[in-house]
């Protein structure tokens, strides 16, 4: 287990943690969330004694993470994939890793096998491609076969198979009752990976809850229009009081309805419609909906203005 208790990261002026409390518990795949520069990579270097808080603490089972005597043995952690020697083959560098916390050279073989990189094991790890050096990162973790894993952005530059095989193998670890924290920008991942959910935003925690509950409270389910009449259906759904968009294809969005009152209202209207979709949220919605005041970098689309414009007085959000 993970917990952290009033968690705070001061770079200067800059928090990039603040006062975070949060449990990571076993036998679950948490999901560690966040828009870029939240807090998720520094909370996971305070965790593993990278960074020293500036208040507050964190511990795994119980312990700062500094005052375990064979750390790979409790913590399994990857960070940043490229972060190793490139000179050093993929073996060496596990067995180097190993030497280090009285590992066996039969388990470098054994993760070796576990991560699929048997066949350039013997390479050195300047050559490996991002997939492949997160393969070797995965295997360093597992190295010590330890009840706790953190894994930060896993799948990155992996392809389908390889995102595939990480999914499998944190719901595999999740099962053998380990602790598995996990961070990712992938939400669709997320959402079939994850059981549990630590949201932050700005330092903040947002939100800790299970992955359902939080699409249920932060999103909302809606049905989509399609139809050649729309110019009449549009303000006829618009006048029961419901919550109508109109979506960059031309179709519509309502919101908090079911496709059958939307078909009743406008088949008694003699309109005809070429679709009616219920469409479930997803934990992407979710996410967006719950970070959207949290985002610290913002792109702009084309015809967006770049600064926003002030609300107007008295208008409707
Ligand atoms: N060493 C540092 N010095 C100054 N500011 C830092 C330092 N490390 C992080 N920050 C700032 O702290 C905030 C949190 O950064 P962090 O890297 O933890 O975010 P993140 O959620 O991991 O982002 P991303 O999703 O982009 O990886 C950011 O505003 C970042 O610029």
Redesign the pocket.
């Known amino acids: 287990m993970i917990q952290a208790r009033g968690l705070t990261k001061r770079?200067?002026a800059?928090v990039?943690?603040d006062h975070v409390e949060f449990a990571v518990r076993p036998g679950t795949v948490t999901g560690f969330l966040?828009?870029?520069?939240?807090?998720?990579?520094?909370?996971m270097?305070l965790i593993l004694g990278l960074d020293r808080p500036t208040e507050g603490d964190v511990t795994v089972n119980g312990r700062h993470y500094r005052d375990l005597p064979a750390p790979l043995r409790e913590v399994g952690a990857l960070l940043e994939a490229k972060a190793v020697h490139g000179g050093r083959t993929a073996y060496n560098h596990l067995w180097c890793l190993a030497q280090s916390n009285g590992i066996p050279r039969r388990r470098v073989d054994e993760v070796l096998g576990l991560v699929g990189l048997e066949s350039v094991a013997k390479k050195a790890t300047r050559g490996f491609s991002l997939g492949m050096s997160q393969r070797l990162g995965i295997a360093g973790a597992l190295l010590g076969d330890p009840p706790v894993l953190m894994f930060?952005?896993p799948v990155n530059g992996l392809d389908p198979e390889g995102i595939l095989w990480v999914r499998r193998l944190m719901q595999q670890l999740a099962r053998e009752g380990r602790t598995v924290f996990v961070?990712s920008?992938l939400m669709s991942e997320m959402a079939v990976t994850a059981d549990h959910l630590v949201v932050?935003g700005k330092?903040k925690i947002l939100a800790d809850t299970g992955v359902r509950d939080f699409i249920d409270s932060n999103a909302t389910s809606h049905v989509r229009v399609r139809s050649p009449h729309l110019d009449r259906v549009e303000p006829l759904l618009a006048s029961q009081g419901w919550r109508v968009e109109r979506a960059d294809d031309g179709s519509l969005r309502v919101h908090e309805v079911t496709a059958e009152q939307v078909g009743d209202l406008v088949g008694g209207a003699g309109l005809w419609l070429h679709e009616l979709t219920g469409v479930q949220p997803s934990l992407e919605d979710a996410f967006m909906q719950l970070t959207g005041d949290s985002v610290?970098y913002h792109a702009h689309m084309a015809g967006e203005p770049a600064v926003a414009a002030p609300p107007q007085a008295g208008g409707d959000r």
């Not at 828009?35 to 990579?41: D, L, T, W, Y």
């Open positions: 770079f200067g800059k990039a943690v966040g828009p870029n520069g939240a807090g998720k990579s520094t909370t270097r930060d952005e961070s920008h932050i330092g610290e």
